[in-house]
């Protein structure tokens, strides 16, 4: 696993949103099965997304590391803005 975020320790959550959520340690080996939803908080980027030039943005959401309901989510760029 990478270290931890500049503003805190990753966090891993097995089953968010569900009574059998787990909080699990930033450093750890899974067998999971097909299915299985984790959340990954922290570490990730520094700084503001929407200040990243518009064609990185639009090369992010094309190869899947970000989502337009994520970035409507997160409020920080249109994703309709990228369509020009």
Not at 52 to 58: K, T
Request: hydrophobic share 30%; proline share 8%; glycine share 16%.
């Amino acid at each position: 696993m990478p270290p931890a975020g500049l503003r805190g320790p990753n966090r891993f959550v097995l089953h968010p949103d569900s009574a059998q959520a787990e909080t699990m340690p930033s450093s750890c080996r899974l067998g999971l099965e097909a299915g299985t939803v984790i959340s990954m908080q922290g570490g990730g980027g520094y700084g503001e997304p929407a200040r990243r030039a518009r064609s990185s943005i639009a090369s992010d959401l094309k190869e899947g590391y970000v989502t337009v309901g994520g970035m409507r989510r997160g409020c920080w760029i249109d994703p309709d803005a990228l369509k020009s």
